[in-house]
């Protein structure tokens, strides 16, 4: 069967494997789309420090069940699912928390483990998630959780406001998840079209830090009191400080991007404000079922999230185009199947 490789940065190709065979309680799968997120572009440059080299990237996934469980009715052959691309130990602090998501041995497919750039995967059944989702929906369940999951991290009621810094894939799951708690929604970004996209996902007001005064635009919005929680889903120092100067006193800050230099801080507003500054990493089943309930509702503009959809042999160009032009890709999806 046919698999897409980073043999080393910069260098894709799509070769031939064996395929799987199935064990213990592993599902064969056919896989359908994947989706290829900014840690897979990463990991072509070679900036990402989790991955070794050969590597069959993807984690983002919708697939059809080829051998179906025996046990469970809704994992039938023919069924399509999502799937949780995590691994958990259950012995670490993580785990025995009962937060699996930071599992300090956590092993995401396409990253520290082969991925699902290829034709057939095996996966447990726990890791499944059924529906009648199109394939398109199902692909985006992912990497939609991950900003879920930092609206959970949040505590993000319908009485908050909250603002999101950076509304590519990741900041527009917090901005679709924000508005999922009923909660007013406040998009950032230096780009008119994804902060078109952020207002379709959910966003009520937006604001361009390129043209606009950021601290201005959130006081006014704000009645000079600022956000209550402020989702950062960018990884830039900039916003990691501008994260804890914008929220309002006693809010609370999520971070899920990370900076990979060192970032100075006024930590006296940490105090002053007595803010509840939280890591988001990964997500949760019920994050994985909330995403599933609101693409159900039809609440997510899906079409326009999806820049490209392009066939596994052409994903070799794709990464260098993206690699070349980032700025004009949104959601590249590959059609594996």
Known sequence: MKALFIRQPGDAIVDSIPEPTTANDHLLLRVRLVGLCGSDLNSFRGKNPLVSFPRIPGHEIAATIVEGSRSNPQLASGVNVTMSPYTSC?????CRRNRPNACQFNQTLGVQRDGAMTE???????????????????CLVEPLSVGFHSVARGRVTKDDTVVVFGCGGVGLGAISGSNFAGARTIGVDIDDGKLALARKAGAT??????????????????????????????????????A??????????????????????????????????????????EDFRRVISMLEAGRFPVEEAVSSVVPLEQVPEALREWDTNPSQFSKIMVNVS
């Open 120 to 138: 057939f995967i095996t996966m447990p059944a726990e890791k499944l998630y059924p529906s009648k989702l199109s394939l398109k929906e199902l």
């Open 90 to 94: 259950g012995k670490c602090a993580s």
């Open 205 to 242: 007001e937006t604001i361009n830090s390129r043209s606009q005064n950021v601290h201005e635009s959130l006081r006014d919005l704000t009645n000079g009191l600022g956000p209550d929680v402020v989702i950062e889903a960018i990884g830039s120092p900039e916003t990691f400080c501008m």
């Open 244 to 285: 804890v100067e914008e929220a309002g006193f006693t809010g609370r800050v999520v971070y899920i991007g990370y900076v990979k230099q060192l970032v100075s801080y006024e930590t006296r507003l940490f105090v002053q404000k007595e803010l509840d500054i939280l890591g988001s990493r990964n997500a949760l089943p």
